[in-house]
């Protein structure tokens, strides 16, 4: 194929006795019609059951009689036959995009519903039900209701529409082509149908750096130029082409805007959000929007932040920007996504955050998320909780994760993020408290997640086959935050490469080790962060080792390394409630792998199993090349078990990565051995050449 199906390979089922069972429920499908949801339903149940049973299905508009059994796809109230079958009243009860898919038997016929209360619904089921059968599972007995946990999943691209480029992408061109929309490029349904298949239901088309920002930064190179201008009519046109793909797949579809529009695009003298002429071009703008995609998501708005124009400009604060865009978009049912990311008025960016955000707690409107990214420094391959969840109950909070692999290797390195996801969905962020997990606050809410960095137009989608996953993972998880790591794997690593139980073995131990190993080579293992070329010095590229360019994250001097962002330092600590500021406070109770985050520590210090900090820098470093020798080699060895395309182009990574794991290790040893004098106890630093 041109593109890759990731995922969605639906390849023939061999075990002759599920094959029988999988024809008999599904060889016949009656899908109801009318909504565009079931257009979609219709054309992946012709694709999916087709390669799945080796035969196209016969679609019905009526339940066919002659079979002795059948699928039947649609709402209790459209087919009589699911009317007779489910519990109605529970069907309805399912929250917007919950399903519920049942094997059972009517009027002497087996038959397989998949039900919904929505039309939305009814796409997660059908995909829900491609999965099982492709992950071989036996369907008697089946009797499955799953709802969304989260209101919102989105996935935020990062694409300048107008360059053609993205930001942070490492999988070739933006997708989205402006030039030829509104003509619809067959890569649009491909894509939707990956999101849907994972329970995706919004995408932000284009990146929140809508404008160069007026300071110098090697942003610039990555930003759009004028994104404003896709509020124009003739981009909007565009927009609505773009929404009737996705549409048919549940997915809404948002924007980022830019604050400045008002002045930008609409030729007032000011973008104040307290003008009352700014006021109205918002919402009259808003109404221009609907009147193109009526059931358009909202704004998404990155402000006061890395030179994108914002509140501040205007003595307002993000309050009254925030809210202001609501207003707008309040009548039509819109949302406003206001990222948290904001810093530069401290020396250390972790502390701003919390600092700027939890006192406005309360006073955004209803219709507006605050969007955090999962730590206070900025998608590091570890940091700690942003202590922004948990501390603002009174507002809806998004958790901003990174899909694209912007500082875990860039799609050269594997780096399968989920179990790092999974450890900030998991985190208590008030352990004496009521125990609220991230996790939680997302379900309660109703809020959600955002994913940034999608895929771009590499014919694999995103630059490197293992970091589909992801993407898959990231869909999963935002589905449902509570499922555990080992299921998602299984389930991405089965679908995208089949049953085999070696390279089932093989792929998933490769993927659950990938993410250490990152962390170990590119940072030594203790929390330190950000050693990689950043800002002027270079193209900003967030790839290559430079431990020595900002000192500021490293803390590195003749005496120790780390950053006392405690009691005794900045402070950060003490933005955590009371037990959680307490365990980082002091170094014996900080998560050895934070420890150099919140403390600045002698070389010598020694850690639990009696090493020493500098010590257990270099076993880290070192151990972090051996697990990335030994992916390598585990992944070599599925030479000929795996298709020579796909087998090839990853183990082609696996070789550069490994290159680049031993200059990382080599980069940062020499660095802590250049600050700290002293010798690795194993002879490896200083290095001999
Ligand atoms: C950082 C990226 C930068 C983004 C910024 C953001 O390096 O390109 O613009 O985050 O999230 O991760 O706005």
């Known amino acids: 194929p041109v593109t890759d199906d990731c995922w969605l390979r639906y390849e023939e089922v061999t075990d002759e006795r599920r094959h029988e069972a999988y024809r008999t429920y599904c060889a016949n499908a009656y899908v109801s019609v009318g909504a565009p949801e079931l257009g979609a339903v219709r054309d992946e149940l012709r694709r999916g059951l087709g390669e799945i049973l080796g035969r196209t299905p016969h679609l019905w ?48 016929a087996n038959v397989l519903v998949v039900t919904a209360s929505t039309d939305r619904g009814l796409v997660y089921g059908t995909f829900h039900l491609l999965r099982h059968l492709s992950l071989g599972r036996p369907l008697d007995g089946l009797d499955v209701f799953e709802e969304p946990a989260t209101a919102d999943r989105f996935v935020d691209h990062w694409d300048n529409p107008f360059r053609r480029s993205v930001e942070r992408g490492y999988a070739g061109l933006s997708l989205f082509d402006v030039e030829t929309l509104p003509n619809v490029d067959e890569r649009y349904v491909e894509y939707a149908r990956l999101l849907a298949s994972v329970g995706v239901d919004g995408l932000v088309v284009n990146n929140v750096n809508t404008e160069i920002p007026d300071r110098p930064s090697a942003n610039d190179a990555m930003s759009e130029l004028g994104g404003w201008r896709l509020l124009e009519p003739r981009y909007l046109e565009k927009l609505a082409a773009l929404a009737s793909v996705f549409r ?246 089965r679908q995208t490469f089949g049953h085999d139980p070696e390279v089932v073995e093989t792929v998933t131990d490769v993927m659950h080790d990938s993410w250490p190993a990152v962390v170990d080579y590119s940072t030594g293992g203790l929390g330190l962060m950000h050693m990689m070329y950043n800002g002027e010095a270079r193209l900003e590229n967030h790839y290559d080792p430079a431990p020595g360019e ?82 390598r080699d585990r992944w070599d060895s599925l030479d000929g078990r795996v298709d020579e395309q796909r087998f090839r182009h990853v183990a082609e990574r696996f070789d550069e990565q490994v290159v680049q794991a031993e200059r990382w290790c080599r980069t940062l040893t020499a660095f802590f051995y250049e600050h700290s004098g002293v010798p690795d106890e194993h002879g490896r630093v200083p290095a001999d050449d």
């Open 550 to 631: 900002w000192p500021g994250y490293t803390g590195a001097t003749a005496d120790g390394i780390g950053r006392d962002r405690n009691a005794r330092g900045n402070g950060y600590a003490q933005q955590y409630p009371e037990a959680l500021a307490e365990r980082y406070d002091d170094p014996e109770t900080c998560p050895e792998e934070l420890l150099l985050f919140f403390h600045h520590l002698p070389w010598d210090h020694t850690l639990d199993d009696g090493r020493t900090v500098v010590q257990t820098l270099y076993d880290n470093c070192f151990a972090g090349v051996a697990a990335a020798r030994d992916l």
């Open 61 to 108: 508009q009526h339940p066919p009689r002659s079979a002795d059994g059948f699928l039947a796809v649609g709402t209790p109230e459209e087919m009589q036959v699911i009317h007779d079958s489910v519990v109605v009243d529970a069907v309805d009860a399912l929250a917007d995009g919950g399903f519920h898919v049942k094997a059972t038997e009517w009027e002497g």
């Open 248 to 493: 048919r797949y549940g997915i809404r579809l948002a924007l980022s805007v830019n604050f400045g529009a008002p002045e930008r695009l609409g030729g007032l003298d000011t973008a104040d959000p307290n003008d009352e002429a700014v006021e109205r071009w918002w919402a009259e703008k808003a109404t221009e929007v609907y009147e193109y995609v009526p059931d358009f998501a909202g704004f998404l708005v990155k402000a006061d932040s890395e030179g994108q124009p914002g509140p501040y400009d205007y003595d307002a604060d993000h309050v009254d920007g925030a809210n202001v865009l609501a207003r707008a978009l309040e009548p039509h049912g819109g949302r406003v996504w206001w990222r948290a990311f904001v810093y530069g008025s401290h020396s250390d960016r972790a502390v701003q955050q919390h600092e700027t955000f939890e006192p406005l707690d309360g006073a955004f409107h209803d219709n507006v998320t605050v969007q955090v990214k999962n730590g206070p420094i900025d998608f590091q391959p570890r940091e700690p909780v942003s202590p922004v969840f948990g501390q603002m109950p009174e507002t809806d909070l998004a958790l901003e994760l990174q899909i694209t692999g912007e500082y875990t290797g860039q799609h050269v390195h594997a780096c399968y993020h989920v179990p790092m996801w999974k450890e900030v969905l998991e985190f208590d962020t008030d352990p004496e408290g009521h125990g609220r997990r991230v996790a939680d606050l997302l379900t309660e809410a109703g809020s959600g997640l955002a994913g940034v960095g999608g895929p771009g137009d590499d014919p694999n989608w995103t630059g490197h086959y293992l970091a589909q996953a992801n993407l898959y993972g990231y869909g999963r998880l935002a589905w449902d935050p509570d499922l555990d790591t080992a299921t998602v794997t299984d389930e991405w690593v």
